[in-house]
């Protein structure tokens, strides 16, 4: 069965940082994989998405995400953080059958 | 171009009613997906309607129905409410169906949805 993980509730970063957000998933064939992003009191945006290519992915707002198929990861990474990153970031990977399956979400704290 | 709306925003219940939501997707949009957040459980994936029919569903209980309008525009329905049903409903349109595969898609802020 697909899945995806992400092993971290809650990442601090400080402001001007790099930072990581990970994720890892299993899935049987090709994997479609999704980043969303959460702000409070509003849907999901979304990021960026892997479906076939370069294994380096950009989007929005500065973010890009790196999938290794070796290690079965797709995390997510910004060079600078911004205070304005702050939220809580969703992995998501597309099943077989047309469904999205999320993760349960990490929350992203920048420090000023 | 006006973005997905949900309505209502905000709504309180007791056990055993139920409850119908309403999502409006973006114009032109003719795919609607719906999903319950929870803290615990995080985003899970309820169903998904293109062009009035059902094309995938979660693993939900049959208490959890949904249909979609000749205008794209879709209802969920709840019967039954349990404790357990109070979560952030969000619905997400896109132009095609496939989760976001073939084209982005585009969320909603949520119904969140109170059992007392």
């Known amino acids: 069965a697909q899945s995806v993980a992400q092993p971290e509730d809650q990442v601090n970063v400080a402001e001007g940082n790099p930072l990581t957000v990970k994720c890892t998933y299993s899935v049987s064939g090709n994997p479609y994989l999704f980043w969303y992003v959460q702000y409070p009191n509003r849907g999901l945006q979304f990021l960026l998405k892997?479906?076939?290519?370069?294994?380096l992915v950009k989007g929005s707002y500065g973010f890009e995400a790196e999938f290794n198929k070796s290690q079965t990861s797709f995390h997510l990474k910004k060079p600078s953080a911004l205070v304005s990153d702050s939220a809580l970031y969703f992995c998501a990977v597309r099943d077989g059958g047309d469904k999205i399956i999320f993760g349960k979400g990490t929350r992203l704290h920048i420090l000023p | 171009k006006a973005g997905v709306t949900q309505t209502p925003r905000y709504l309180i219940k007791t056990r055993g009613q139920q409850v119908t939501l309403s999502c409006s997707p973006i114009s032109g949009h003719r795919s609607v997906s719906w999903y319950q957040q929870t803290p615990g459980q995080g985003l899970q994936f309820l169903f998904e309607?293109?062009?009035?029919?059902?094309?995938n569903k979660g693993n939900f209980p049959g208490r959890f129905s949904g249909r979609q309008f000749s205008n794209s525009r879709s209802e969920m329905n709840v019967s039954t409410l349990e404790l357990g049903d109070s979560a952030l409903y969000l619905c997400?349109?896109?132009?095609?169906?496939?989760?976001?595969?073939?084209?982005?898609?585009?969320f909603g802020p949520g119904t969140r949805l109170t059992v007392l």
């Open positions: 997400a349109s896109s132009l095609s169906s496939g989760g976001g595969y073939y084209n982005e898609q585009f």
């Open positions: 892997y479906i076939t290519g370069d294994n």
């Open positions: 309607y293109f062009s009035e029919t059902q094309r």
